[in-house]
């Protein structure tokens, strides 16, 4: 069954980001998983109470196992901290159907 991994970034500071996309893809990519979908633009909440993101990125993977074990991954840690150093970071993981 696929699994899917929702994550919402909220910052005012982007200059990580390029680092970030040069490098994670990869680390994505070698866990089965693979972008579906990356915010280009202003993220509204359409419902709900949600605080509004600075980006969206959803990913696919082949299980919930394998998303977390790209985000335990030795490799993905400095990307981690990066992240964190200049943003807040929520994700979501679960199991699709059909």
Known sequence: MTAHMVAMIYTDDFSWIAEYSA???????????????????????????????SGVGTFNFPSCDAIMQFLNSEEYQPFIELRNRHSKTQILIFEGRG
């Open 23 to 53: 490098n994670v893809p990869q680390i994505v990519a070698k866990y089965g998983g693979e972008y579906a979908f990356t915010s280009a633009g202003a993220v509204t909440v359409a419902e709900g109470d949600l605080p509004v993101p």
